[in-house]
């Protein structure tokens, strides 16, 4: 006798899914057609994902129905009733929008100190002397982090050579990136490179605290902060709501540079923020075919103006075109070994000895 509707129904009944549920009773037994001793019918999944779990099911009910009395081959199609779902969207993770309010200066959770790095004007290579020092004071056994606060003109991604995006397992904590034994995280990791950041003060301001407070920055000993130049938004909101362990500025010897370097000291002082040192870049020049020293931008005028004030002159360092080479190279100076990696080597063991770092 043919094989009935009602006999392959109850035989598919009897072969149960994960859940404990069956074909029938799930309803899934689609276009059944009995052609003499030839079954033809379709499993119809829910969506393409569990119809991609159940080829096992397909194989299992295919065996069955065809060792039903009556029955010489059975062919099982399986189908999908809707679309595929999509796959989840990574978190977003928006950088740059209004500051949130907080009771007064926050500290950075996990790290010990906080040394923000300054300048009156720009082009006196704070950014330089701030990737440096992080390279330095990691290879002399600190755990560093550096944070790129200069978000009209962040540099610190070309310098460290580092330019991919950070990670973000849930749009709220930033994981930030690593290069040479240094935490990284700029403003430059999450805009495009080519395009200008057109942000108010208050954008500016929300963007760093969230690069202070969202970032993923573990145990640190010190995070360096290297600030935009002059003595802005980005300077005050730092001061006003970061516990910093306190500033040093960085300047050429020359004049134009010093009148704007007394003006990031003297907003240091009004935001009640220690000046730990004063740093004298790009202080000598040493022609590298005759040896001869010469003095591009004056000599002197930074530890004149460091006495003057009471503050240590912490160190004085050459122009230097391997230190710009390297900085454009993505490798800083500090990281190999040189004249002027030494030079940062004993600037990092003065941080250190002093308690800075």
């Known amino acids: 006798m043919p ?170 904590i930033i994981i930030p990136l690593q290069a040479h034994g240094v935490t990284v995280m700029s403003i430059g990791f999450m805009v495009d490179p080519d395009k200008a950041v057109v942000w108010r003060g208050p954008m500016l301001m929300g963007a760093l605290q969230q690069m202070l407070g969202q970032v993923q920055w573990g145990e640190l000993d010190v995070l360096i902060v290297d600030l935009p130049p002059g003595t802005g938004d980005v300077q005050l909101t730092l001061c006003q709501k970061t516990q910093l362990t306190g500033a040093i500025v960085v300047s050429t010897p020359q004049d134009v540079a010093l009148i704007d370097a007394r003006k990031a000291l003297d907003m240091f002082n009004n935001l009640n923020t220690p000046v730990l040192g004063l740093i004298e870049n790009m202080s000598t020049f040493h022609c590298p075919n005759c040896g001869h020293e010469a003095h591009i931008f004056g000599h002197g005028g930074v530890a004149a103006e460091a006495e003057r004030i009471g503050v240590p002159l912490l160190g004085t360092l050459p122009i230097d075109l391997e230190t710009r080479l390297a900085g454009d190279g993505g490798t800083p100076i500090a990281a190999g070994d040189s004249p002027m990696a030494d030079a940062y080597r004993q600037l990092a063991k003065r941080f250190i000895a002093g308690g800075m770092a």
């Open 3 to 172: 094989v009935t509707r009602d006999e392959i129904l109850g035989a598919l009944s009897r072969l149960t899914l994960p859940g404990g549920d069956d074909l029938v009773s799930r309803d899934m037994v689609r276009a059944l057609n009995i052609d003499g001793v030839t079954v033809r019918f379709v499993i119809e999944a829910a969506d393409p994902g569990e119809a991609a779990k159940m080829e096992g099911i397909r194989r299992a009910a295919e065996q069955l129905v065809s060792s039903l009395p009556g029955v010489d081959s059975a062919s099982v199609v399986l189908t999908a009733h809707g679309p595929a779902p999509k796959a989840p969207e990574p978190p977003s993770l928006k950088i740059g929008r209004h500051p949130t309010p907080q009771a007064g200066p926050a500290k950075v959770s996990g790290v010990d100190r906080i040394l923000a790095i300054g300048s009156g004007k720009g082009g006196v290579g704070k950014s330089t002397v701030s990737s440096n020092l992080a390279v330095a004071l990691a290879r002399e056994g600190r755990r560093v982090g550096l944070l790129d606060a200069d978000i009209y003109g962040p540099s610190q991604p070309r310098m460290m050579g580092v330019n991919k995006r950070p990670g973000s397992p849930d749009g709220k």
